[in-house]
């Protein structure tokens, strides 16, 4: 992989384009989409906070996928030689199969983003209002970057979890020869393949148990040092997607819990369906993003914590002391070798992050909507320009 002027001039012309139109914005009364469907004291820091958050959102995924573009180089160079290595141990990685689901996940997102922007854009101007073109740009902006980086964080996710399954799969294949007592030579013309997944095949090769352990010890360290190196890549990437997505998503849901609870004291000239419609598929559409995130890096775990189950299985089986000594170096090597995916260190990228969310979301619920209730109507109508008289009456006495 290497990189060439013409990304850099692309890159800048984009964040140029998008700078531009998020200022626009701003400078139009912070003109968000949302905002056509009500307005309100905390709709308006809402929209300002969103805005801001788009827009710093951008910019750090643009600039963090640029700057340690060394990172995302040297991952890639290292699965070139892990899968060089696993050639030799008679895998054959189907990469047209890889490639066409990388498409279709990256096809998937773009679709959903799409039919969420023209669907969005098709209510505003069911009311006759005519959303500016910078507004076009930042609502479309916003979230096609932010479902393409998570679309390849899951694409490189995907690959490491591949890797580990077709290690875990060499590992039980020498079990099952060892049950089966089917240790023997076998010449290039007795070769047979089998699937491991749909991504890969393997082929029986003429190598001794000890062999294999080890060249399945130096992968195992290559997938670690893979994963390691992406996560570096990634790691401010997938701390400003969450925390974007966090944001938009206690926005909506308080926005959609008001008005079914009937405590919206909103203005709309759209329907309730249309309004709940609206903001909860914008709300799916970042949960969708979340669990996009934590599923792939929850996977790629979970795959190499089998590893180590396979590996004492085997040495339970191991007869000659050559083979038990690489066994137990494999088990030591997995002890401190780990996979782990944080946002920049604060916190970890697995399934404990849905507990985390959800407490912190329904806190943050639970605040909006008591801020809301202790706003009395009456005051709402005293503030009216008719009651002046009675507050300057009521601030005398």
């Known amino acids: ?62 600039l963090t996928a640029i700057i340690p573009k060394q990172y995302v180089q040297h991952s890639m160079a290292v699965m070139q030689e892990m899968d060089q290595m696993l050639h030799g141990m008679g895998i054959k990685i189907m990469y047209s199969k890889l490639l066409r689901f990388s498409y279709i996940y990256i096809l998937t997102m773009v679709t959903a983003n799409l039919a969420y922007a023209v669907g969005s854009f098709r209510l505003v101007r069911k009311i006759n209002e005519q959303p500016s073109w910078s507004l076009h740009v930042t609502f479309v902006v916003q ?124 203005e709309s000239k759209f329907k309730t369906v249309e309004f709940v419609t609206f903001f909860s598929c914008q709300m799916i559409l970042y949960l969708i993003a979340i669990i996009s995130i934590v599923e792939g890096s929850n996977r790629a775990i979970k795959k190499s914590e089998k590893t180590g189950g396979i590996v004492h299985a085997l040495l339970n089986k191991a007869k000659t002391p050559e083979v038990k000594e690489k066994l137990q170096q494999f088990s030591m090597q997995l002890l401190h070798l780990k996979i782990s995916f944080t946002a920049a260190g604060l916190f970890n990228i697995d399934r404990t992050l849905y507990f985390t969310i959800s407490g912190a979301l329904t806190t943050y619920l639970i605040i909006l909507l008591q801020f809301t209730s202790s706003s009395p109507p009456a005051l709402e109508g005293a503030c009216t320009p008719g009651n002046s008289t009675n507050i300057a009456n009521l601030t005398q006495h």
Not at 246 to 262: K, N
């Open 143 to 266: 979230h096609t970057v932010v479902l393409f980086a998570v679309a390849m964080f899951s694409c490189f996710t995907r690959m490491l979890e591949m890797r580990f399954n077709m290690i875990n799969q060499v590992l039980k294949n020498l079990s099952h020869q060892w049950d089966t007592r089917s240790i023997k030579a076998i010449t290039q013309k007795q070769r047979s393949l089998q699937c491991l997944d749909s991504f890969s095949m393997y082929t029986i090769v003429s190598k001794n148990p000890s062999e294999i352990i080890q060249e399945s010890m130096e992968i195992h360290q290559l997938i670690c040092e893979a994963a390691s190196t992406a996560n570096k890549y990634f790691t401010y990437q997938l701390l400003t997607i969450i925390s974007i997505a966090f944001l938009i998503i206690v926005f909506d849901a308080y926005y959609v819990l008001e008005t079914l609870l009937g405590k919206s004291k909103r």
């Open 1 to 62: 992989m290497k990189h060439s002027a013409w990304g850099y001039v692309n890159v800048a012309g984009h964040l140029i384009v998008y700078a531009a139109c998020y200022t626009l914005t701003l400078q139009n009364d912070f003109e968000t989409v949302a905002g056509y469907f009500f307005s309100s004291h905390i709709s308006h820091f809402g929209d300002f906070m969103q805005i801001v958050s788009g827009f710093l959102g951008v910019m750090v995924i643009y």
